[in-house]
């Protein structure tokens, strides 16, 4: 799949011209029954428990509920089927992963197309990924971990929670920016992954900080860097790994999106609704137990970070020839 950026944002702000008065029909009460909110995971999941929390703050906002409706299946490729299909009103919702860009280029054949079938809302939060390692590593620097990879040609192991997962993603990334070969080890979900990293039979893992950081801190797991653009808070001395590697920078994100054509008054209205939630100590609290981030954008600006996202895991794809049918 050739994917420019130019067109990657037309394609996310470009839904066909919905005629001004349905437009304006639809949009001047919204919303007048309840909504629901596509969830492509199951309950309990770290993107569960924050829809859920951004569903109770949108039903009290806007008063009427919001409803979280758990689809899970194909790495949230099911939900977003379904959404993509739905009436373009604002009462279906997609809850959007950073597994939606990957999944655009990683799956050839989807009866649906993330970026030309949705229209971005809103960018809820941000998750830094870590770059960590079982302690029978000797390296303690992202440098050291280069020089051992290298000496070691494709006998490290790197787990991941499954082909396509943000971990793998991640990892391929790493690979494709400083030349090391490592063997990939997909698990099915990244908590198995994370258990046999702890347990040393895998050696790395490019993982979600909040679900590593009470390994790290009792020391069975031995931090390298942190894969955002910026420092975490939970490990303020620990380096970011695009210092050591230009260029790197993978973080998983959470957002919502609604079917293509859906007005742009009611975009906006969700729009403008999720980030005053977002500023709000109550969910940034709620988030923060998740070790995410508040990240308020505009549509446009998310249509931006979707379309840069989608651009940077399309060269990973095409350099670690990775398909899924």
Known sequence: MKLSRRSLISGALGAAVVPVSYRASLALDYPVRPARIIVGFPPGSSSDIVARVV?????????HPFIVDNRPGASGNIAAEYVAKAEPDG??????????????????????????????????????????????VPAKTVPEFIAYAKANPGKIEMASGGLGS??????????????????????????????DLVGGRTQVMFDVLAASIGFIQAGQLRPLA?????????????P??????????????????????????????????????????????????????????????????IADDTEKWAKVVKFAHIKLD
């Open 226 to 238: 942190i894969c955002s653009k910026s420092r975490s808070a939970a490990l303020p001395d620990l």
């Open 55 to 63: 569903a109770q703050s949108l039903s009290e906002r806007l008063e």
């Open 166 to 195: 943000p971990q793998h993603m991640a990892g391929e990334l790493f690979q494709m920016l400083t030349g090391v070969q490592m063997l990939h080890v997909p698990y099915k979900g990244a908590g198995p992954a994370l258990t």
């Open 91 to 136: 009462y279906t919702i997609l809850y959007t992963l950073s597994s939606n860009t990957i999944n655009a280029v990683l799956y050839d054949n989807l009866n649906f197309d993330f970026v030309r079938d949705f229209a971005p809302v809103a960018c809820i939060a941000q998750l830094p990924l870590v770059m960590e390692v079982n302690p029978a």
């Open 240 to 305: 970011l790994l695009g210092d050591s590697v230009p260029g790197f920078e993978a973080t998983a994100w959470h957002g919502i999106g609604v079917p293509a054509r859906t007005p742009a008054e009611i975009v906006a209205k969700l729009n403008t609704e999720v980030n005053a939630a977002l500023a709000t100590p109550s969910m940034a609290a709620a988030l923060a137990k998740l070790g995410a981030d508040p990240a308020p954008m505009t549509p446009a600006q998310f249509a931006t970070f």
